[in-house]
């Protein structure tokens, strides 16, 4: 079983549309993030939600927002895509916050 | 301003030797610091964390070592092998439950 999925793989989109990446995570963990890899391999953490505690990274644009229906799921939202917001997402969730994270297998983003 | 530096350039090693990768931060009081594996097109998988009170930590031909004074910690790789070729990430605990990642260091075993 997969501990921590995201859909789609791959999503390329046109500048200036609005898409949503998918996480599910089935070890019942508490706390889930999103990271963005940009192309020089640089892990940024974009959010991380923790008990219903939204803590946010003040340099992610407000176009992004993260939803999350269950304690399970954690879903990216991306409004008027930007050709600079290619890169891998990924998902990642942990026990708590001083815990190992683990990691999902990435959303490659292309945006045109 | 705080920094994670980790060696940009490729460490290469000959099999059986062993790898140890830097990581060095200032302007943190992290509480805990983690490595990572991240092969390329996967997502990083967790391989240790230590804790600030703790000096050294080993997990099977893993040892990291973590000095809040000097503010590093070194990942070792004993008897290494052309599987244990990756990137290895650190990771710190930047505070308000942000974990900070370094940009890794490629390590790459030859056989």
């Known amino acids: 079983d997969t501990a921590v999925s995201q859909t789609p793989k791959y999503l390329v989109t046109q500048m200036g549309n609005d898409k949503s990446i998918k996480c599910e995570q089935n070890?019942?963990?508490?706390?889930m993030y999103w990271y963005k890899q940009d192309s020089k391999k640089f892990l940024k953490i974009m959010f991380s939600?923790?008990?219903?505690?939204?803590?946010i990274n003040e340099t992610v644009p407000n176009r992004f927002s993260p939803k999350s229906p269950d304690k399970a799921h954690l879903n990216l939202h991306i409004n008027s895509l930007e050709l600079g917001d290619s890169a891998v997402y990924f998902c990642?969730?942990?026990?708590?916050?001083?815990?190992?994270?683990?990691f999902g297998p990435g959303t490659r983003l292309t945006v045109l | 301003s705080q920094k994670i530096e980790q060696n940009s350039e490729a460490l290469n090693i000959q099999e059986g030797k062993t790898a140890t990768l830097t990581c060095n931060y200032t302007?943190?009081?992290?509480?805990?610091l983690q490595w990572y594996r991240q092969d390329p097109g996967r997502g990083p998988v967790f391989l240790l964390l230590?804790?600030?009170?703790?000096k050294e930590k080993r997990k099977e031909r893993l040892k990291v070592t973590f000095d809040t004074t000097l503010k590093q910690s070194l990942f070792h790789i004993t008897a290494s092998q052309p599987a244990d070729s990756a990137t290895y990430l650190c990771?710190?605990?930047?505070?308000?439950?942000?974990?900070?990642f370094g940009r890794g260091t490629s390590l790459i075993v030859h056989p």
């Open positions: 939600y923790n008990n219903k505690e939204l803590i």
């Open positions: 302007n943190y009081s992290p509480a805990y």
């Open positions: 070890l019942g963990h508490d706390t």
């Open positions: 230590i804790r600030e009170n703790e």
């Open positions: 990642a969730s942990s026990q708590d916050p001083d815990n190992e994270q683990f």
């Open positions: 990771a710190l605990e930047g505070g308000s439950y942000i974990p900070t």
